[in-house]
Nanobody, 130 residues
Framework: EVQLVESGGGLVQAGGSLRLSCAAS????????IGWFRQAPGKEREGVSC????????HYADSVRGRFTISSDNAKNTVYLQMNSLKPEDTAVYYC???????????????????????WGKGTLVTVSS
């Protein structure tokens, strides 16, 4: 059974940094990608960033590119989201999600098109004060 557990959320002032962690377990192959999504009150879910398990390729939403960095530690089965230069509009519940794929070089398409993910974590709240 695949499980995703997020941690690292909290309250930070604008301009500050946080690092989110997603501990993954239960995967038996490397044909998957892990992504971070966020949802603010009254807003639709937004894909933030994702990373491909087999080659470490990454993808970012325009809203966070240059400020957020996604990475993985395969030894710890953990994916990180380093968030710098945080803004009040980054305030949201951040969810870790994973999906199996066979898209090759287009592995990030399900993430970009907001397809249903195969697995979800329970989320962690990030609050950025102005």
């Amino acid at each position: 059974e695949v499980q995703l557990v997020e941690s690292g959320g909290g309250l930070v002032q604008a301009g500050g940094s946080l690092r989110l962690s997603c501990a993954a377990s239960g995967f038996t192959s490397d044909d998957y990608a892990i992504g971070w999504f966020r949802q603010a009150p009254g807003k639709e879910r937004e894909g933030v960033s994702c990373i491909n398990s087999s080659d470490g390729a990454t993808h970012y939403a325009d809203s966070v590119r240059g400020r957020f960095t996604i990475s993985s530690d395969n030894a710890k089965n953990t994916v990180y989201l380093q968030m710098n230069s945080l803004k009040p509009e980054d305030t949201a519940v951040y969810y870790c999600a994973a999906y199996h794929h066979s898209y090759g070089s287009s592995w990030y398409v399900p993430f970009v098109l907001n397809y249903d993910m195969d697995y979800w974590g329970k989320g962690t709240l990030v609050t950025v004060s102005s």
